[in-house]
């Protein structure tokens, strides 16, 4: 048994993409899109214990800092670069005791897949009990705050930072290459997890302009009402 941190990552509408793409060639390009972006990242960081089942990535690491760091960095990429590729992804670390082989399992395993399918947006968060160390605050790798949940208290927690695209260019991101048909209307489910991307980017944004601490949450209860005072009660 092992104990150190464990990642589940799903993308979001796999189903759909599987159900929309009707050539068979389209969809293992799709696929292999998939497979090669974690292959590729995973050498880069040197991120070994990996297992990818269908739509899942399984990630295994030990308790050290700086394999804690080269995960972080390895969820950034992973994000933004199969959002480019309008594969988007739903993820939640935790850190525990898990068993690694032919069966994986494990406390860990339990609250990082019970964490990612709990979220409304298109990112990772670390539960609230996760070893954070300063320094992953201070590189800006992660940021204190509090992620859309479906159900649950609302909850200062920390999450993945990264490069989310505009708000246009993340809505043409999500209706690409099979996550919807062509012609067929945004629903509301896609839209409302965009809304909180978005919502997530602007508060990134804005604490980097006013060179704020990311190891401390504002905006009292939702990120939206910081940001409501800050961005638009100065100008009403």
Request: a neutral charge; one cysteine or more.
């Amino acid at each position: 048994m092992a104990t150190g941190y464990f990642m589940v990552v799903d993308i979001l509408g796999f189903s759909d993409i599987i159900t929309n793409i009707s050539e068979n060639d389209l969809l293992i390009e799709r696929i292999n899109e998939w497979i090669e972006i974690v292959e590729v990242l995973s050498k880069k960081h040197g991120v070994s214990q990996y297992q990818l089942i269908s739509d899942t990535l399984f990630v295994g690491i030990d308790k050290e800092e700086p394999s804690f760091q080269n995960l972080l960095r390895f969820s950034k990429d992973l994000l933004e670069q199969c959002t480019a590729k309008s594969l988007l992804l739903r993820g939640g670390i935790a850190f525990g005791n898990y068993i690694w082989g032919k069966l994986i399992y494990g406390d860990a395993v339990i609250k990082a897949h019970n964490l990612e399918i709990n979220q409304q947006w298109v990112g990772i968060t670390l539960e609230i009990d996760v070893p954070k160390p300063q320094s992953c605050f201070d590189e800006k790798l992660i940021i204190v705050y509090r992620p859309p949940l479906k159900s649950g208290k609302t909850v200062a927690m920390a999450s993945v930072v990264w490069g989310i695209p505009t708000s246009d260019n993340l809505l043409n991101l999500s209706g690409k290459k099979g996550l919807a048909k062509v012609g067929q209307p945004l629903m509301w489910h896609t839209s409302q997890k965009i809304i909180n991307t978005i919502l997530y980017r602007i508060y990134i944004d804005y604490h980097k302009k006013m060179n704020l601490p990311f190891d401390k949450f504002f905006g009292g209860l939702l990120p939206i009402s910081y940001l409501d005072e800050q961005l638009v009660g100065k100008t009403s």
